[in-house]
Structure formats: structure tokens, C-alpha cells
């Protein structure tokens, strides 16, 4: 009979039969071990003082079998003394700040003299210091009815349009952890918007809202991932909060904090996807995966509770969910826009203004279906009603006083401001600015403003009332005019009276003449 090690229950059976009066011979002829094996617990149980009186309790069992079975303590190896002896080091060079890695380890120890080889070293270090193994585990209890949902997202595969074009096609995998009732979302994309759908598509499902909400560190819902403090999208945490549930983003690499909606993404994959044809239309993926999640997944006998998922949830959970959302939530759009010299800020390609004192600032924007907020410490500095992209919000009180006319190309501004600096300078800023493109003579009615600031507003009357006498509209004609009299009276000599030169438009009549007079003939 070949060699085995016997079971605690093997042990007492060759005890009771020996007591029972039967020899090592007659065991190995019944059967029961071979008679060096009977014989050798035989003798450890005459060590140890066992006779017929003796009750084979449970201890008098387990130290026959330790007198039997215990191997003695191998010598410790060369090597592994030489590892002993460094035993400090090592194990501060392996648990310092930035640790250093085994194989550096193995080269620092050969360099001071402890040549032992790297398996040696791995091997005692994984027994010695716990160097490279897994932490043990513990079974967590499943949360109370109501309390969590876990979420993940999870790549099912390819599905192809009637174009032929292939699309990556993920899943949304909502799970409620004391019922394991779970609702699949199918989408093509892993966005804010698309994360917020597919939560409010679940809570439809399940007709109500978990008090808590665990999922991985996704770039839709968590800006900075930290054990302790995480980031939580603004957008995101908005939505939370319309929706009274709490966020508890999953630790970084560590899928066992949503462990029951991790292990459900092959399931899925395996069981809804895989073997069947799916065109890329998403409305018929999201029913047939929602009919999947009802019908088959919410019906079967879980494997690890042993009960139907949607039962439970319909006898024990249901009750204690937050109530469903009944209307969509307006996912709003946060951004950090710098105000920029024109007083506007760039919105999803849009532009708003802010009064002058925020140029150069940093804000933040609130973007969401009709309305931008802009805020700055926190504090509301501006509201806009959303427009279109490419267009822009003005509100012309965000300019200094006077400059609105001017950014927002007043026309009446223009000739009001004309007509209080005289009579003609208005009727010829009207007649300037009469055409079918006023705004492209709106440089031209602004120097004109300005000729009436440097020179006077009476000059300039009086050449405007010339130049529309002879329908002579030029604002640059009307400049030159008063540049050339300005340099007279300027190179004219102290005291001494000059007279400016005659205008072009009062000359005498004959200099505008073509033709010369003929003689008259004789006797005429």
C-alpha cells in the first residue's frame, strides 16, 4: 500500500480499532492503512500513555497525529543566514518612501559582500517581510435595502451601421447590491451627459433612487481621483444633488469596492451580447438591453445568493428607494473663461459680456440649455440667456459711460452727438450716413466729431453748410480745408491780419469756363 497522510478521521479509526483490540496486520488486511502505517501511530499513541480507558477526544487525536506527522525543522540554509543578518536593512530599503525594487535590492546586497542569489533573496523575502503577496481579504456585507447602487462602465464590442462603418458600443451596468437587480445602458459614448442619461434611465427602471451611489473614478463624474478627498465634477455633483444621493467614487485600482457591478460586465458581454447582430441604431439596443435586464438577468437564480434578483427587489428593496425623478435633468456645462479686453468672456463658442472691472479675470461659467451664469469667488457677477454658437450677448451697460454707442455702432448715437455740435454738422452727418451701409461711414462720422473737438465746432459748421450747398459729402475734403487754414494763421506774423484762403467752392463763375468767348463781328 503506497504512502498517504492520513486525515484526523483516519487517525481516530486506527485508534478505535487498536483500542478495539484489532493488530496493525489485521487493519492492513481489512484495508484500513498498511501495517507500517498503523503501526507507527500505534506506537505514537503508547508514547503519549493511550490505553483502553482512553476517550479519543479530539486533542488526544490531533497529538497522535502531530507525534506522527510532524517533519523536523530544516536546518537554516547559508544564504538565508547571510539574508538574516541584513534583515534591517533589507526591510528599510523595501518599505521606505519611494521603495526600491527587488532586483536593486539583489545589486546593492552583491555590492556590500551578500552574495545570495535573486531567487534566494525573492523566496525570503516573500516568507520573511510578506514581500509581493496578497493582502488577505474580507467578505463585506451587502449594503441595506435602498442604501447603494454600484456603476461601471463596460466595452461590449463593435456593432455596424448600414454604411458598414464599425462603432465601439459600451454599456452603463447600474447594480443594486442587496437585490442584485441590475438595469444595462447601452451608449456610444462615456460623457457627463451621456453618464447622467443612462443614471436617469436606471432610476426609471428601478422607479426610484439609491440613497448612495459607488463608481470608479470615470473622468464624467470625478475631476481628481483621491481616496480621501476626491474632485467630484461640478456637473456631476449637481446632479447628485437634484437627485438627493450621495457620491462615493471607488478607490483608484481597486475594483473590489464595487465588486458586485465589476463582475458583471462579462456576465453581460457573455450573455446579451455576444452571438447575436446588432445594428448601431442605439434606441433598439437601449429596449432590447432593458427587456434583457427584466426578463432574463432580473429572473434567473443568482449564483451567489441563490434567489431571483427581481423578486427580492420587488418584496424587499423597492419600498426603500428615494422616488423617481419626473422630469430630464438640464445637464449644465462649467468652464473657466478669462474676460478679455472687449469685456466678453467665450462661452461654448459663444460670447457674453462682463462689466470693465472683471477684464482680465478668470471666472467661472455655468453654461446650461437657456441660461450662462457667470461667477467669480463664488459670487454671481453676470446672468445671460443662452444664444447660439457664433453669436454673442452684449449688455451695453457692462461698457464705460459713452462706449456703448460707439461698440454697438449707434447710428443715432452718431448724429445726436452731430447735431448738438451745430446745425449743419448734423444735417451733414445725416447725409453721410444715409447710404444703404451706414456703418461702413461710421469712421468717416466719428472723424467728424473729432475735427469739431480740434478745430471748433463753429469752422466746421461753416464748411459743412458750404459742402452741402454744393452736395460735396467727404469728411477727409472738409479735414484738408481746415489743415490749410491752420497752417496760414500758424507761419502768419505776430499782430498782423491775413485773410484765408478763398474756398474752392466761392470762386467766380468764369474760372469754371470751357470755352473762350468768340470777337465780335464787323459792323456789329
Not at 526591510?91 to 518612501?97: F, H, I, P, S
Not at 437585490?179 to 432610476?203: C, H, K, M, N
Not at 447725409?431 to 473729432?450: D, E, S
Amino acid at each position: 500500500m503506497s504512502f498517504r497522510e492520513l486525515t484526523m478521521i483516519d487517525v481516530k479509526e486506527v485508534l478505535r480499532r487498536w483500542l478495539a483490540g484489532q493488530s496493525a496486520r489485521q487493519m492492513a488486511r481489512d484495508g484500513v492503512v498498511s501495517r507500517g502505517t498503523a503501526t507507527r501511530y500505534i506506537d505514537a499513541a503508547k508514547a503519549l500513555g493511550v490505553g483502553p480507558s482512553t476517550e479519543l477526544s479530539e486533542e488526544v487525536v490531533r497529538s497522535v497525529a502531530h507525534g506522527v506527522q510532524a517533519r523536523p525543522t530544516p536546518a537554516v540554509s547559508d544564504p538565508r543566514q547571510l539574508l538574516d543578518a541584513r534583515r534591517i536593512q533589507i526591510e528599510k530599503w523595501l518599505q521606505q518612501t519611494e521603495p526600491l525594487t527587488l532586483v536593486r535590492v539583489h545589486e546593492l546586497l552583491a555590492r556590500d559582500g551578500t552574495d545570495v542569489s535573486y531567487t534566494t533573496l525573492r523566496r525570503w523575502a516573500q516568507t520573511e517581510l510578506g514581500f509581493g503577496g496578497r493582502s488577505p481579504t474580507v467578505r463585506i456585507d451587502d449594503p441595506p435595502p435602498g442604501e447603494e447602487a454600484q456603476v461601471d462602465f463596460g466595452l461590449m464590442g463593435y456593432v455596424c451601421g448600414e454604411d458598414g462603418k464599425r462603432r465601439k458600443l459600451h454599456v452603463l451596468i447600474v447594480t443594486l447590491p442587496m437585490s442584485r437587480y441590475q438595469f444595462v445602458w447601452p451608449t456610444f459614448l462615456q460623457t457627463t451627459e451621456a453618464l447622467i442619461d443612462g443614471l436617469d434611465a436606471a432610476w426609471a427602471f428601478f422607479d426610484g433612487v439609491p440613497h448612495r451611489v459607488v463608481l470608479d473614478n470615470m473622468t464624467a463624474a470625478i475631476v481628481r481621483a483621491s481616496a480621501k478627498d476626491p474632485t467630484i465634477n461640478p456637473s456631476f455633483a449637481e446632479y447628485a444633488q437634484a437627485r438627493a444621493f450621495f457620491v462615493d467614487p471607488a478607490r483608484v485600482r481597486h475594483p473590489r469596492d464595487k465588486a458586485r457591478v465589476e463582475n458583471q460586465v462579462p456576465f453581460v458581454r457573455e450573455r446579451w451580447f455576444a452571438g447575436e447582430t446588432f445594428s448601431d441604431d442605439i434606441k433598439l439596443l437601449r429596449v432590447s438591453a432593458a427587456r434583457w435586464s427584466r426578463d432574463v438577468a432580473g429572473t434567473r437564480i443568482h449564483g451567489t445568493t441563490r434567489r431571483v434578483p427581481r423578486e427580492v427587489f420587488e418584496a424587499e428593496e423597492r419600498s426603500f428607494l428615494l422616488p423617481a425623478p419626473d422630469a430630464p435633468f438640464d445637464v449644465p456645462r462649467w468652464t473657466e473663461p478669462k474676460v478679455h479686453p472687449d469685456h466678453h468672456v467665450q462661452v461654448a463658442r459663444s460670447l457674453y459680456s462682463v462689466p470693465t472691472r472683471y477684464i482680465g479675470k478668470r471666472l467661472h461659467a455655468r453654461a446650461d440649455k437657456k441660461t450662462v451664469r457667470l461667477y467669480l469667488q463664488g459670487e454671481l457677477i453676470k446672468t445671460h440667456f443662452r444664444v447660439e454658437p457664433g453669436k454673442r450677448s452684449t449688455d451695453t451697460s457692462d461698457y464705460p459711460v459713452g462706449k456703448a454707442p460707439y461698440a454697438t455702432r449707434s447710428v443715432d448715437a452718431l448724429i445726436t452727438r452731430a447735431r448738438n455740435l451745430g446745425e449743419h454738422v448734423g444735417a451733414y452727418a445725416e447725409r453721410l450716413l444715409a447710404g444703404m451701409l451706414p456703418w461702413t461711414k461710421m469712421r468717416q462720422g466719428y472723424g467728424l466729431l473729432r475735427l469739431c473737438e480740434r478745430y471748433g465746432a463753429e469752422k466746421v459748421d461753416a464748411l459743412c453748410r458750404s459742402s452741402l450747398t454744393f452736395d460735396v459729402v467727404d469728411v477727409p475734403r472738409i479735414e484738408r480745408m481746415l489743415k490749410k487754414a491752420q497752417q496760414v494763421v500758424d507761419t502768419a506774423p505776430p499782430g498782423r491780419v491775413v485773410s484765408l484762403p478763398t474756398s474752392r467752392f466761392a470762386r467766380d463763375k468764369s474760372t469754371f469756363a470751357t470755352m473762350v468767348p468768340s470777337a465780335p463781328k464787323g459792323g456789329e
